[in-house]
């Protein structure tokens, strides 16, 4: 009962955090003249100008019969499957992907800007488009729980922040998601404890956290889930991933990702 009522004290304080900080740094962006947008290069207190989030970063296409339902790259002439996807079965422990945008041209910069310039204040946006994404994903069935590809170990305390945990902050903030870390990822030293058979059982970047060992003892998996990244190049972290948790028996694993290399 306790918890149900500080859940939404915490999330409006959260929220109260975050939109000061973020306009603080708007305000030394104004005092400071502003940037140029990453696009269209018109002067704007974002990297990408209100016309481009607005054109961009918002009008993503939603998927379709068009997309590979594996890997979520755009078909060739191809049905359902691409050519890669059939012959790697890398991806079978995945249901869906949905990837926002190619990782190309003036993008690779925007997500440069958002991951390791830090600039923070594109978060919402992202979250904004993450949450639009989810709504065409899953029109009827309500809000998923969202599982966050984990950044490496300490990563947050050397830096300050993670992007992938931020998004999944914002989006339990600002639109009541439930975000459930299931996964870790190793240390190098953690990986190489293993022994030679679990290395070679398992990739063994990332493992079951702590949260979904006691989930699983208390038989309170969620069903389906959607997992979260920021950039998808191989395929191979969101695999991994996907297998940890139908290994851990969540039934249902989708995956949602800003950005692919295609
Ligand atoms: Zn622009
Ligand atoms: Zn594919």
Redesign the pocket.
């Known amino acids: 009962m306790r918890v149900s009522f500080l859940a939404p004290v915490l999330r409006a304080a959260g929220l109260i955090k975050f939109l000061v900080g973020r306009l603080l740094s708007q305000l030394l962006a104004f005092f400071l003249g502003g940037t140029e947008?990453?696009?269209?290069?018109?002067l704007?207190f974002l990297p990408?100008?209100?016309?481009?989030?607005e054109?961009?970063l918002m009008g993503f296409a939603p998927p379709s019969a068009s997309r590979c339902h594996v890997c979520g790259k755009p078909l060739l002439g191809e049905q359902g499957i691409c050519m890669a996807c059939r012959r790697d079965a890398r991806l079978s422990f995945v249901d869906g992907v949905f990837s926002l945008y190619p990782y190309r041209l003036w993008r690779k910069n925007l997500l440069f800007a958002w991951k390791v310039k830090g600039e923070r204040g594109l978060s919402p946006l992202f979250a904004a488009a993450v949450h639009k994404a989810l709504g065409m994903l899953r029109p009827a069935a309500g809000n998923p729980v969202l599982v966050p590809v984990p950044p490496r170990p300490g990563k947050i305390r050397r830096t300050g922040w993670d992007q992938v945990d931020e998004l999944c902050r914002l989006l339990s903030i600002l639109y009541g998601y439930r975000v459930e870390k299931l996964l870790v990822r190793m240390s190098v030293s953690q990986q190489k404890k293993k022994s030679f058979r679990e290395r070679r059982s398992v990739r063994g970047a990332y493992a079951a956290s702590r949260r979904f060992t006691w989930m699983k003892r208390h038989d309170i998996i969620p069903r389906d889930v959607v997992l979260l990244d920021d950039l998808i190049t191989s395929g191979a972290t969101v695999a991994e991933c996907a297998d940890i948790l139908k290994k851990g028996f969540v039934e249902k694993v989708n995956v949602l990702s800003l950005f692919i290399v295609d």
């Open positions: 947008c990453l696009c269209c290069g018109r704007s990408l100008c209100p016309e481009c989030v054109k961009h």
